[in-house]
């Protein structure tokens, strides 16, 4: 009995290897390829499926290999990201503003989701009996990725806090990403979710969830989109390459699909002040400057 | 081969040799392969179930293993899949993962399902299910037979996370199974028949053929074609069975020819005593003819005996009773016959019979019935004939006989004497129109007239008494007579030495009738020949019995004058004693003294005949007689009886006294013991013991009794003794 337990483990063991190999794709590359690094906003699996046409695009136009990574949550995303291992990076606002300001990421492009380069956060709820913020009070919210997330913990935040609620008047729990924050609430496990305002319409959440039994109470003020960064040392002629690259492929209709299966409408040029905004409210909740 | 063939098709295939074969085969078959078939299912679908469970035991465990990373890190889409993944596994329904508070924490819900689908129609998307419904939709389709729920905790350091629900369904099991079962079962039919097939085909070869063949032989048999043998070349049990139908075939052969060679024989043998016993049948036709002819003839004149006489007499009755007319009757003899036989001898008497039968003849009609009865008697009938005509027959039938006979070379001039009784007037019945012209004849005969009509003059018996004369003759043949037995007493011994026989006739009205009411009647109608035949017969099987039981006596029987004139008597008498084997001397014949001198030279003959048998002879009733001394002297004789009409006076008459005494005397001067009859007191008694009487006889010894008392008499020491005292008591 022990011995099948012990082998159970060891099965368990192996499993999550085989998913960790999967998952962690090589972050160094020392052959002239460019690791390209895309945060966990959705399963690793969704995250890989969604990008590699992309990787795949970006090897095709620069001639060299373009290996997509992933992570299985926030936090080994962001010791990656300290370690500098992506060439090319996708994250969210609040990680981009800390990772120029301490390792000099640049952004170079960033979504247009939905037609909009913009993003609010939202609080929704499943709870009939809460149809405000005001009604928030003593109830547990969750949120998605962890503190450093920003649309789905950092904005929202900000917005309780601007309603006059502060951290203390409810439980925060984490869920690994902000669709699942979502089905906390849809599973009872939360009364209420912190999560974008393009959340409900993905179609992680469209696949798990109805979506149509969860309703907005709040939605916050809107910043700019999930950005595209390369290192600080990226030649400038193939940072201005790449760049391109996400531009153009609107432009071309075979690539259109490459958009798509990423999950935006198109990639716009992004500079970095377009994430002031951003930094003034990482502030305002966190108060740290970035 | 055809009846064969017929008989094949009335029999049903399953009651045929083949069937009864093959069908316990086929059964033990399907029973053998049906049942592995089945056994194999059970085993098939419990081995699946069990690698189902095991399966799902397995998945089950490693999610557990894996969910409580994605329930504490809220991955509720890594538990979706993980429920979608496992949800996608072979046999499984649902599988949710449910919350300890019982809130499910996974939405997938495979609505393609089958059970799902049929519980669930309103539900169109996989998504519109809330956790109530995912609960009720748990409930629901655990409710089904064909699914098990399976519940597999989740928990990480005794903290309950969760469970994972997970609906089974043995559907596909089932059928998988079911699937594999009716494959197996067509595989078992189709081995069943093939194998059935393929043995009723060994057997039809190797054992139904032969056997067919020998069923054709015997059939072959039965019709008798013994010709053709049964080829069957088999080693086996079978073919011996033919070589033995064979031989049996050829020894029925062999057997029928000599058979039929016996019945040819035997054909020739019948037809020979069929020719025989032909001949022997005409013979016996022919005897039988002749012996009847004998039976109803007279063998010395030809002429009907007595037996056609009362057979047409009984006809002429019914006859003249329907046609209401008349019909005589006549019995007829000759006159002097006896001298003429003892005279002339018997030849030269039968030569006469025979000459007057035919004068008889031609005297009468056609249709008249003349009968020639025994001796020189002759009756005749005489049809539709009223007595007028009679007495003209009768004065004819005189006339015939009138002319003298020659009868070797000697002229003999003879009558006859006829008596005439005529129905209905004298009498209804043969007995009594016979009786009639018997007692008519001896009238005419006594009084030497030709011919005599009955009437009641003749006779003052009749017609009442004639009546009592055919129930004697009717008494006689059945035996209706019997004996009473009077003892006789040695008058010195007191014992008694012997018993005197005394017939009595048992008549079903008149009771008990006396030999004196009818033994003259028989004398008179020969019937007394027959009656001392049977009275004879009764006595000497009674002294028979006696000896038997050791009781020594003599018995005495009367006898008529008719018996000692009959020739015939001593070979009777010899016979019945030879029968009954008895010693001569212990019988005595009495004859009366009357009878003897009525004709002493002929009674003489008879009386030495039956002397020489050793047969004691004594003098009945003697006194009355006349008897001359000089014949009595020659008779062989042992004893006299002095007639009881002496003894009973000798008391009071000095006469009878005197003549008692000299009748003793003079007896035992001759050597004859003496007997007093009539002794009915004890003076007489006294008297004649003093008179030296050897023998006393009467009513003051014993009175005639019957012989189951005169047995019991037998056996008692003194008679006269116990007599005395018995009549002393009485008094």
């Not at chain 1, 609620?165 to 699942?180: E, V, W």
């Not at chain 2, 018997?346 to 030569?351: A, L, P, S």
């Amino acid at each position: 009995m022990k011995n099948k337990k012990q082998s159970k483990k060891l099965i368990v063991i192996f499993l999550a290897l085989i998913s960790s190999t999967c998952f962690q794709l090589p972050v160094f590359a020392d052959d002239g390829s460019l690791i390209m690094g895309v945060f966990p906003r959705r399963p690793a699996q969704t995250t890989i499926q969604a990008f590699t046409p992309l990787a795949e695009y970006l090897s095709e136009k620069l001639k060299r290999e373009v290996k997509l990574v992933t992570t299985y949550d926030f936090t080994s995303f962001w010791q990656d990201i300290e370690k500098k291992k992506y060439d090319i990076v996708h994250y969210n606002q609040y990680q981009y503003i800390q990772s120029h300001k301490e390792f000099g990421y640049q952004v170079i492009v960033m979504n247009e989701e939905f037609n909009k380069t913009t993003i609010s956060s939202v609080l929704i709820s499943k709870n009939p009996n809460i149809t405000s913020l005001k009604d928030i009070a003593g109830k547990t919210i969750a949120f998605g990725g962890g503190p450093k997330a920003m649309v789905s913990y950092i904005l929202p935040i900000y917005t309780l806090r601007n309603a006059g609620i502060t951290n203390f008047q409810f439980k925060s729990i984490f869920a690994i990403n902000p669709p699942n924050a979502m089905m906390s609430v849809y599973f009872d496990r939360a009364d209420v979710a912190g999560v974008g305002n393009k959340v409900v319409e993905m179609s992680d959440v469209k696949n798990n969830i109805s979506a149509a039994k969860l309703k907005i109470i709040s939605q916050s003020e809107e910043i700019s989109q999930l950005p595209w960064a390369v290192k600080n040392n990226m030649p400038k002629e193939l940072k201005s390459t790449i760049q391109e690259l996400f531009i153009n492929l609107k432009n071309d209709d075979k690539n259109k699909i490459i958009l798509s299966t990423s999950n935006v409408t198109n990639f716009v040029i992004a500079k970095d002040s377009d994430y002031n905004r951003t930094r003034e409210i990482v502030f305002e909740v966190t108060g740290v400057q970035y | 081969m055809s009846t064969s063939s017929t008989n094949k098709t009335n029999k049903s295939w399953f009651s045929s040799l083949a069937g009864k074969f093959i069908l316990p085969i086929a059964t033990i078959l399907t029973i053998t392969l049906g049942g592995s078939a089945m056994h194999t299912y059970t085993e098939d679908k419990n081995a699946a179930y069990n690698s189902m469970i095991n399966k799902i035991d397995n998945l089950g465990q490693l999610f557990v293993q894996i969910s409580p990373n994605a329930i504490l890190s809220y991955d509720f889409e890594s538990l979706n899949n993980f429920m979608e993944s496992l949800t996608h596994t072979e046999d499984i329904v649902y599988a949710v993962i449910v919350s300890p508070e019982g809130n499910p924490m996974t939405s997938y819900i495979d609505i393609n399902n089958e059970f799902i689908s049929k519980d669930n129609h309103n539900h169109s998307h996989k998504h519109d299910f809330d956790r109530h419904d995912i609960i009720n939709l748990m409930k629901e389709v655990g409710l089904h037979s064909q699914v098990t729920q399976k519940i597999y905790p989740i928990n990480i350091e005794k903290q309950e996370l969760g469970n994972i629900y997970v609906g089974l369904s043995n559907t596909r099991i089932e059928e998988k199974t079911r699937n594999l079962f009716l494959q197996q079962l067509f595989v078992s039919l189709s081995i069943i028949i093939i194998l059935s097939f393929i043995i009723y085909s060994i057997f039809k070869y190797n054992t139904l053929k032969p056997i067919t063949q020998l069923i054709d032989g015997s059939v072959r048999l039965s019709k008798g074609n013994l010709d053709k043998t049964v080829n069957v070349y088999s080693n086996d049990e079978l073919g011996d069975l033919a070589d033995c139908f064979n031989t049996m075939m050829g020894n029925l052969k062999t057997n029928i020819k000599e058979k039929d060679e016996i019945l040819n024989q035997l054909k020739d043998l019948n037809r020979n005593l069929e020719n025989r016993v032909e001949q022997r049948t005409t013979e016996l036709i022919e005897v039988n003819k002749e012996l009847e002819h004998l039976a109803l003839h007279d063998t010395l004149t030809g002429l009907p005996n007595r037996s056609v006489i009362h057979g047409s007499l009984k006809h002429n009755i019914q006859f003249s009773k329907v046609k209401k007319e008349q019909f005589c009757v006549f019995m007829m003899d000759l006159d002097r016959f006896k001298e003429v036989n003892d005279t002339l001898g018997h030849d030269f008497g039968d030569e006469l019979l025979v000459a007057v039968s035919e004068r008889l003849s031609t005297s009468l009609r056609d249709t008249d019935v003349i009968a020639r009865l025994g001796g020189d008697e002759f009756a005749i009938i005489l049809p539709q004939t009223p007595i007028n005509d009679a007495i003209f027959i009768a004065n004819k039938i005189r006339k015939k006989m009138e002319p003298v006979f020659m009868i070797q070379s000697q002229a003999l001039s003879i009558s006859v004497s006829i008596g005439i009784s005529n129905y209905p007037q004298h009498g209804h019945d043969t007995t009594a129109l016979m009786k009639a012209a018997d007692v008519a004849m001896y009238h005419s005969k006594n009084n030497h007239i030709s011919h005599c009509i009955y009437h009641d003059g003749l006779d003052n018996r009749s017609p009442d008494q004639l009546n009592i004369m055919g129930e004697l003759r009717d008494a006689i043949n059945n035996k209706d007579l019997c004996l009473f037995y009077q003892p006789k007493v040695d008058t010195k011994s007191q014992k008694i030495i012997g018993v005197e026989a005394l017939v009595r006739w048992n008549h079903h009205t008149r009771g008990l009738v006396f030999p004196d009411d009818f033994v003259p009647f028989a004398e008179q109608t020969g019937l007394i020949k027959p009656l001392t035949s049977l009275v004879l017969r009764l006595a000497i099987q009674q002294l028979s019995e006696w000896n038997k039981q050791d009781i020594n006596v003599s018995m005495a029987v009367n006898l008529s004058m008719h018996d000692v004139q009959n020739d015939d008597f001593p070979d009777l008498l010899s016979s019945i004693i030879e029968q009954h084997q008895i010693n001569q001397g212990q019988l005595m014949l009495e004859i009366t003294e009357s009878t003897i001198m009525s004709n002493p030279e002929s009674v003489m003959a008879v009386l030495e005949e039956i002397a020489s048998m050793g047969v004691q002879l004594s003098i009945d009733d003697f006194g009355t007689g006349y008897s001359s001394l000089s014949n009595l002297k020659k008779m062989p004789v042992n004893e006299l009886k002095i007639d009881r009409s002496f003894v009973m006076d000798m008391v009071k008459d000095k006469d009878d006294r005197a003549i008692v005494e000299s009748t003793i005397q003079l007896a035992h001067s001759m050597g004859l013991k003496v007997v007093a009859e009539g002794v009915e007191t004890n003076e007489i008694s006294k008297q004649l013991v003093e008179l030296n009487c050897d023998i006393i006889q009467g009513y003051y010894i014993s009175k005639p009794i019957p012989v189951d008392e005169i047995t019991n008499m037998l056996t008692k020491e003194s008679v006269l003794t116990s007599s005395t005292e018995k009549k002393s008591r009485t008094r």
